[in-house]
């Protein structure tokens, strides 16, 4: 039975991969400890917990592993949540890994002919080269088309970066309409690539996290360094043009205290935050909205990161 589905007094026996465990004390420490789960699904993620023979049961499987499960759906703080009473590790050799992680609804093929299309439409011809290159590099393509925009917030599934990619260009578009004082091909570019550090800040092949390098350095540097090995490659890329591309890179973010090293200084890199905003906060109130599980309720439970209910009418 897939999350999605689950409904509480359900009792379930069904494989869910395994995102978080902690083996927590109870209140009372002399009753020992308990285990805390996450569990995943490719339709969404819920909690789950393990009260009798916690210690003994962990023993048998790690985060990533694919469990069976025999237990119950509750529901606990509006949110529904499975008391585990007993459950198998499933060989790797079992089942793939990749039916549990949340992938776009959209056709991920349609997707990746609308971003070649528009990267058909750049005439300059220094970002027409660079995009040339790019389309050669086979693993830095197989990873774009595949990685997550984010590991919660907002396209957080697999083709989430393209899906979120394309959203961001389409508004660069339009606001290039309005205001055709922008560089349109170099303000599309950015839009193109402004997060293509993301498919190394995460690891999205069994579970969506953060890499190692993710945590350490940040989308936008890893983003920048992409583009610095990529064009380091065609000669007599105008500097001025580099510099206005790397600039869109590292001010995506629009504020310092949200990880810019650097404020957007042209009309270019401010437009490029704004559509980037645009497209993450709306796909995040979306996200929350889509995967509140309480029908009764007119709201969504209070989110801490938009610090407000969302009305889902
Ligand atoms: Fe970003
Ligand atoms: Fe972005």
């Known amino acids: 039975m897939q999350i999605i589905d689950l409904k509480p007094g359900l009792e379930i026996n069904a494989a869910y991969l395994v995102v978080h465990k902690r083996l927590q004390p109870f209140k009372d420490p002399s009753k020992g400890r308990y285990l805390a789960l996450q569990l995943a699904d490719s339709t969404g993620k819920i909690e789950a917990r393990i009260w009798d023979k916690a210690e003994e049961l962990a023993e048998i499987f790690a985060i990533e592993d694919i469990i069976q499960i025999?237990?119950?759906v509750e529901e606990f703080n509006n949110q529904h949540q499975i008391v585990i009473m007993s459950l198998k590790l499933i060989p790797e050799h079992e089942i793939d890994p990749a039916n549990f992680?949340?992938?776009?609804?959209?056709?991920?093929?349609?997707?990746?002919?609308q971003f070649k299309s528009k990267i058909e439409t750049i005439k300059e011809p220094n970002l027409k080269e660079l995009f040339n290159q790019l389309l050669k590099n086979q693993d830095i393509m197989d990873n774009f088309y595949k990685a997550p925009a984010a590991k919660l917030v907002h396209h957080?599934?697999?083709g989430g970066l393209l899906e979120h990619t394309l959203e961001v260009a389409e508004i660069c578009e339009n606001l290039v309409n309005l205001y055709p004082e922008l560089q349109r091909d170099l303000l599309i570019t950015?839009?193109?690539?402004?997060d293509i550090g993301k498919i190394e800040e995460f690891k999205y092949k069994r579970v969506i996290d953060y890499s190692n390098q993710g945590r350490l350095l940040g989308h936008t540097v890893i983003g920048f360094r992409i583009i610095e090995n990529i064009t380091k490659n065609i000669a007599h890329v105008p500097a001025d043009l580099l510099v206005g591309l790397e600039h869109l890179i590292l001010s995506h973010h629009g504020e310092l205290e949200y990880g810019a090293p650097i404020l957007p200084q042209t009309l270019e890199a401010i437009a490029l935050n704004q559509a980037d905003l645009l497209s993450s906060k709306l796909k995040q109130a979306q996200q929350i909205i889509q995967n509140d599980t309480d029908p009764e309720n007119q709201w969504t439970n209070y989110d801490r990161l938009l610090g407000r209910f969302l009305f889902k009418g």
Not at 101 to 113: A, F, G, M, Q, T
Not at 190 to 194: F, R
């Open 156 to 158: 957080s599934y697999l």
């Open 101 to 113: 992680i949340p992938i776009s609804h959209k056709d991920i093929d349609k997707l990746k002919e």
């Open 70 to 72: 025999v237990g119950k």
């Open 190 to 194: 950015g839009a193109l690539l402004h």
